[in-house]
């Protein structure tokens, strides 16, 4: 529930300009469908990571195995209240040490092509390879899939 709290509140603050309240509202209530161009290439889900302060979860990332060897950040959501902390970067460091241990070499990671998150990415070395769509209810959006190559030497 706690993670649940997080993601919400994360997706109400950086999606608002994006997605309507309405949608959100409807995505968190499982009243609508979602879907993202890319997700059938997961293998499976692997790891969640949670960031938390003062026995409060204030963050989480989550990770998946590809079906071709490669990983994804599945998830990388902060509380608004905790945001410009370095919490996103320390989970994305231990994401990306999990997935090199894991023997992946290249790491993907989907964002709306809108979202605030695009700089985020880019500032960490990611470099957009592809584009897809997410859509929630009947609303698509584009997205950018991004990679990271990892030394595994």
């Known amino acids: 529930m706690a993670m649940r709290a997080v993601n919400r509140a994360a997706w109400e603050h950086a999606y608002q300009h994006i997605y309507t309240a309405e949608e959100i509202r409807g995505l968190f209530d ?20 949670i960031a938390e302060i003062d026995d409060q979860i204030v963050g989480f990332c989550g990770l998946a195995m590809l079906k071709d060897g490669d990983g994804e950040i599945v998830t990388l959501y902060i509380h608004p209240d905790f945001q410009g902390k370095g919490i996103g970067s320390g989970l994305w460091n ?3 040490d999990i997935l090199k241990e894991a023997g992946c070499k290249r790491i993907w990671v989907w964002v709306l092509a809108k979202a605030r998150a695009v700089q985020f990415y880019e500032e960490k070395g990611a470099v957009l390879t592809e584009t897809g769509t997410y859509t929630v209810a009947e ?15």
């Open 30 to 49: 499982n009243d609508v469908d979602q879907a993202g161009s890319w997700v059938n290439r997961r293998l499976e889900r692997i790891a969640t990571l």
């Open 94 to 96: 231990a994401g990306l």
């Open 139 to 153: 609303h698509t959006e584009k997205t950018h899939g991004y990679t990271i190559s990892l030394d595994t030497t």
